[in-house]
């Protein structure tokens, strides 16, 4: 089978355009990824299943990811204008100090396609697609006009990351009911507070009941 | 048929379902079968829309059993998620634990000694084959032979669940397998025992072939009703007997030779129509193939220890880095994507069922059917609840 490189090269060849990059990975199984840019993801998609060589018919496994909005703090040297006395003489010097800074980098949420090929028996090659950020800009082009086996998958990853899937024919919730908000598979989800009476509360479950008999009373919780 | 033949002009929407149409008499009935019907195997729901006896639209719904178990493989370590895999597919809690130890085994790049991957061999095998033959029984059941052929099946799993029990301790929910080898050594007993029963069995799948083949009942509901494409298959993502009974030849257990699985002379069975019968033909012929690695693994079984003394166990902590790892399952492609960011716990832990992904493909396959024969049906694709919904 081709390397990631060959097939990078393959794609940006047939797809004209199109972003990829080689996402390397670690591990000593060392299954390196492809970045696609959601933009061009359908027709990659497509020459991937349709080409000779790859025809990666067959999409195993697709599944989100969620990366947080990382601040990272970093050390800056910085040369401004200090006023000393030198030699009893008040003068202008210039100072190169380090300072810490602080940097929010968004995060974002990924798909990732695992594909495999039926007919020549090889994989996997894998593609990934990431979102702009967490809050607003969430779409990303669905496959499933592609492969078939995105259809209740990419429902999934709607349903619990949250990723909007344009183009997807039947984007609904899957494993949680449709009235439910959130999407408990975020890294920053908190469990809603369903507390149910308990007779007789002990250790932690005492803790929260004292917690939603305190919220109660200030109205944040019903009964 | 090979896949070869694929490389046709794809219009838009080919691996859609198709629109049927009504008879245009009388009014359409919307009937929820299910989350609580005999046939569903567990809380599951199919709405169904039907034009007299006729399917004309069919929406699975699933969630009845969510327990978001890739959240909670998320919370805890690597280790602890190993008796949540049992969980997955209750009936093949063995698969389970090998798919998992073998996509952790990725992760870290761990070795796993000789007689463990003989013993995952014969314990795989062993869950196939009371899998196979459990499904068997349930399409049985399910057209009204009701009980005995059911019992005939739940007499050999009880043997192989025996075995399950005086090795790993559960009839059911095993959690044997470690990263880099097994939890205990099977003894010279156990050994004999389990020779025994492996040599019972092509007695029993004989006797049980004779329900599939000549069943005069049997053959005529389930030869030609629930037709399975094989490009539509493969787009699907289906996997296991029913992507064989389409006609598809794929098993990954000839394509990766994960564990041990090259050493081993079998045959993949196909099906030629993708229909029902198709499906539970492989099923049968692949207990077969079982039983005949279950009698070369149990005759090459070597000495030596089961587990990697090398494997790390307190303080397992994977390199950064991402692994998919998979395995044929009795009900297909079970997989499990892991990403480490180097601390206790994984950073992302994902199941890929194949229940629910063989599930896509449902309503392509009851369009246009009566609704008696949605049941059998769904019966064929062989699903676990408990790994559907998560």
Known sequence: MKSVEEIKAAI?????????????NPAPIA????????????????????????????????????????????????????????????????????????????????AVYHLFSISKKH???????????????????????????????EREIFDLFGIV???????????MWDEFKDHPMRRDYVEPDDFEYEPTPHDEVLKRAQEHKAKVAAGEARQ | MSSSGMKTEKLPGWNRPPVIDTDGEGELLEVAMGPHHPSTHGVFRMDVVLDGERVIRLKPVFGYLHRNHEQLGQSQSYLASMPYTDRLDYFCSLTNNWAYALAVEKLVGQEVPERAEYLRVILAELTRVQNHAS???????????????????????????????????SRMMCNYMRFGGCRVDASPAWLEATRKVVAGLPAFVDEFERFLMTNEILMARCQGIGILRPDLAVNAGISGPMLRGSGVNYDIRKIDHYGIYDRFKFRV????????????????????????????????????????????????????GEAYGRIEAPKGELGFYLISDGSPNPYRYRVRPPSLINLTVLEDMCLGSNVADVVLIFGSVDIVLGEVDR
């Open chain 2, 269 to 320: 069975p196909l099906g030629d129509h993708g229909d029902i019968y198709d499906r539970y033909m492989v099923r049968m012929l692949e207990m077969r193939e079982s039983i005949s690695i279950l009698n070369q693994a149990l005759k090459e079984l070597p000495g030596g220890p089961v587990m990697d003394p090398k494997a790390k166990i307190r303080n397992f902590r994977p390199k950064p």
């Open chain 1, 165 to 175: 899937f344009k183009g997807h024919p039947d984007l609904r919730r899957i494993l």
């Open chain 1, 12 to 24: 940006e060849a047939a797809v004209h355009g199109a972003m990829v990059t080689v996402i390397p």
């Open chain 2, 135 to 169: 499904t068997i029984g349930f399409l049985l059941q399910e057209m009204g032979a009701s009980g005995t052929p059911l019992m005939y099946a739940f007499r050999e799993r009880e043997k192989i669940l025996d075995l399950f029990e005086s090795l790993t301790g």
């Open chain 1, 123 to 153: 994989g996997p090659v894998i593609i990934r697609m990431r979102t702009g950020n967490r809050t607003d800009q969430v779409e990303l082009p669905s496959l499933t006009p592609v492969w078939r086996s995105a259809e209740f998958q």
């Open chain 1, 31 to 110: 299954q390196h990824s492809l970045l696609i840019d959601p933009e061009h993801a359908h027709s990659v998609a497509e020459f991937l299943r349709e080409d000779e060589e790859l025809a990666l018919d067959f999409l195993s496994n697709v599944t989100g990811v969620d990366y947080l909005d990382k601040e990272i703090a970093e050390k800056i040297k910085v040369t401004r204008q200090v006023s000393k006395a030198v030699d009893g003489v008040e003068q202008m010097i210039e100072e190169t100090v380090e300072e810490t800074r602080k940097r929010v980098v968004p995060g974002y949420l990924e």
